[in-house]
């Protein structure tokens, strides 16, 4: 099963890779390794490749349904999140890696053709899939990277970045138009709230503290969150904590009165409520 903190920190700044390349790929499975990924982000780019099934992936706030052969590619301090769909199972890889490692001392390429792109100023679908621009490409050399990372033969890691450089190649020629970065600033101004949320979700949080972060009024904060992403703040709360208290639920032996705390709940019958309500379990028979 997956370490809970690997995906716990909404701003991760946690190290992916080992001492050779900053490249590497996570298997999961959704729901058998954990119910959901809540939204968190990175510094790092990020492939998430369904490999079977169905299941939801969630992107500065819009929601997209897929399955096996669609790749999501993440750009750097995206927010993002994974769920289930329905009572579907999800495999995927999670292919991270940090695109520095295309950077070069001996010329400027990276800075005049990569480094706009991954800051969001070249206009790329965030799903690609059969019939996307670009699909078979992202395919192609994710799938020979699979058995590059898996044989790690010689020197596999230029191999891996070779096939990073034509990959990016192929999508920066393809896509070069510039986009609007509204939305972009929306979620970025949103970022404190999401990292103070992981961050404390087991303690108090008030509209009135999070509004603080914005330096917005509560109201324009309320109005401002639920544009972004969809679901009002409480919402979210609620559902972080929840999410949290079913990974403790199976990776932990404490009670389920401890759990509901840890996360935030103050009132037990509260806690097992709102669990029932979104996993159509209680917490002891989720456990089970």
Known sequence: MININDYQAIHENKSHFDFNLPYNTYPCTIPLDFESVPLHWHEDAEFIYIKKGQGIIVIDGSEYQVQGGDIAFILPSRV?????????????????????????TLDDFYDIFLLPF??????????????????????KYLDSNDNISAHREGAWGLAIKGNMYLLLFNLVTLYEDQIDSSTKKKIDR???????????YGESSTIEDMAKLTGFSQSHFMRYFKEAFGVSFVTYLNDYRLSMAARLLLSTEESVLTISQQVGFENLSHFNRQFKRKYHQTPREYRN
């Open 118 to 139: 991954f800051e969001s100023a070249v206009d790329i679908p965030v799903i690609f899939r059969h019939g996307v621009t670009g699909y078979e490409s992202i395919k």
């Open 190 to 200: 949103l970022k404190p709230v999401i990292k103070y949320v992981e961050l404390h």
């Open 80 to 104: 993002h999140g994974i769920y289930q769909l329905d009572d579907n199972t999800m495999e995927y890889e999670n292919i991270i890696f940090d695109s520095k490692m295309l950077a070069s």
